[in-house]
């Protein structure tokens, strides 16, 4: 981001340059708005973690995670976050 707000300065005209303030707000509350999406998405589509009961004893190892049917969660918020932009892109 810096490197693109220095180029984006030097080229826009000095009335425009608070455009580059904005991407700057945008580009951080889509941090937070991805993060957030991402703390309740996240855990429930996952794979179980394994507990400390199976490292110590591993004969009572829980059955393998499915990864195609348990661990989804990636792509339901990748898939969220594209909706969010489009719907977005097509509101501005």
């Given at each position: 981001?810096?490197?693109d707000?220095?180029?984006?300065l ?12 904005t991407?700057s707000v945008?580009?951080?509350i889509?941090?937070i708005?991805?993060?957030?999406i991402?703390?309740f998405v ?7 973690l394994a507990?400390?009961?199976?490292f110590?004893f591993?004969?009572t190892?829980?059955p393998?995670?499915?990864m195609e ?7 339901y918020?990748?898939?969220?976050h594209?909706?969010?932009?489009c719907i977005?892109?097509?509101i501005?």
């Open positions: 981001m810096p490197t707000g220095t180029l984006l030097e080229q826009l005209p000095r009335e425009k340059q608070d455009l580059v303030t991407l945008f580009f951080s889509g941090s708005l991805f993060a957030v991402a703390l996240l855990p429930n589509n996952s794979c179980p507990s400390s009961v199976e110590l591993p004969s190892l829980a393998p995670c499915d049917t348990q661990n989804l969660g990636w792509k918020v990748l898939i969220t594209a909706l969010l932009v977005t892109t097509c501005l």
